[in-house]
């Protein structure tokens, strides 16, 4: 595996959840894989699971890692070719990467959309100049469109609490204040769009009219504007804000109620909720479903280790050769 950017760079989703959950059996089995081998993560956006659990992944491998927090404690960068550098931008990201892939064997890049310029964020210019230039293999932290990461640990997670062979998912919009990327959901509807037709899942999309995904990435599901609709019979429910694609980054006003609460889980075949976190506490997800039985989000966040883990694990093998 060369990079991780979206569920196009793994061939069979079978495969790679049960490798996984065999690292999540026997952590240290590999702990020489990554001996004198150095992880460089470079975030240009905060984060508390990825930073953490990537880290862990890769010491269980045996990897050394280093944590540049380019936003805080790096130049300020400049993507675009053909430009005089004369005003606030002081390195380029042809330097930048190729120097960062001069100390590293594999690199993660974080690296938010704007939310103002849809195709500038849906060309995932800098995800793309970072891989070019580096020169070693890449991990996405999360970029503009997508989090593979997350949405591999939500593929696990689904695996391991299902109680049939093709539980329903639904994907829930919830409220919020802010504007927030559509790159979770996003991630998460192409991966459960391929688990769909890999026979794994049967996937169903909830949003308010006007929040529908780019169909690159929706394309297989059921879509519907009916929250109620959609949960009847689910058996996970991943709950996600996200803001317009359409009107791109926009946010508007929904008059029905979109927070998931133990009244509408009674709608459920008593399904499992899921959220990426962080989570806003009874605006986006109620206290009684985060605090209750039904709620994986801790073990979610705890399996993102082992999608760390498997996906280093596959690059560090083919570095070895
Ligand atoms: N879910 C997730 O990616 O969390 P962080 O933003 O804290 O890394």
């Known amino acids: 595996m060369k990079k991780f950017f979206s569920v196009a760079d793994v061939d069979n989703l079978k495969e790679i959840v049960s490798e996984a959950l065999s690292l999540k059996a026997a952590p240290h089995g590999n702990s020489e894989l990554g001996k004198h081998r150095m992880l460089g993560l470079v975030f240009l956006n905060p984060s508390l699971r990825t930073r953490l659990s990537t880290q862990k992944a890769a010491i269980n491998l045996g990897m ?80 503009a469109t997508r ?30 204040v802010k504007a927030l990327p559509q790159a979770v959901p ?31 990435f929706s394309k297989g599901a059921h879509i519907t504007t009916n ?20 009107e791109y980054g926009e946010v508007y006003p929904v008059a029905e109620n979109w927070l998931l609460d133990n009244e509408k889980l009674k709608l459920t075949n008593d399904a499992k909720v899921m959220h990426c976190l962080p989570v806003r506490r009874d605006l986006e997800l109620s206290s009684e479903i985060l605090d209750g039985p039904n ?13 760390a883990q498997v996906v280093l694990k596959r690059m560090l093998e083919e570095l070895k050769g």
């Not at 591999?152 to 093709?166: A, F, G």
């Not at 996003?186 to 169909?215: H, K």
């Not at 009847?232 to 991943?238: E, K, L």
């Not at 709620?295 to 999608?307: C, F």
Request: charged share 25%.
């Open 64 to 143: 050394d890692v280093m944590v540049m927090n380019m936003d805080k404690d790096g130049w300020a960068l400049e993507t675009r070719d053909g430009v005089v550098m004369n005003g606030t931008t002081v390195e380029h990201i042809r330097e930048a990467a190729a120097v960062m892939g001069e100390y590293c064997d594999i690199l993660g890049l974080r690296s938010f959309p704007t939310l103002k310029d849809k195709e500038a964020d849906y060309s995932e210019d800098l995800f793309n100049k970072f891989i070019k230039f580096c020169g070693v293999p890449v991990i996405s932290l999360e970029s």
């Open 147 to 176: 989090h593979p990461l997350q949405s591999l640990t939500d593929l696990i997670t689904i695996t391991e609490h299902k109680q049939k062979d093709k539980p329903k998912v639904v994907l829930a919009w919830a409220p919020h």
């Open 186 to 216: 996003n991630s998460f509807s192409e991966w459960m769009c391929r688990a769909q037709e890999e026979g794994l899942v049967d996937f169903t999309i909830a949003q308010p009219a006007g929040y529908e995904l780019s169909e690159e």
């Open 227 to 246: 929250l109620d609709e959609a949960l009847a019979d689910a058996d996970f429910v991943y709950v996600k804000n996200w803001s317009s694609f359409k």
């Open 295 to 307: 709620s994986l989000v801790i073990k979610e966040a705890s399996n993102r280790v082992w999608a």
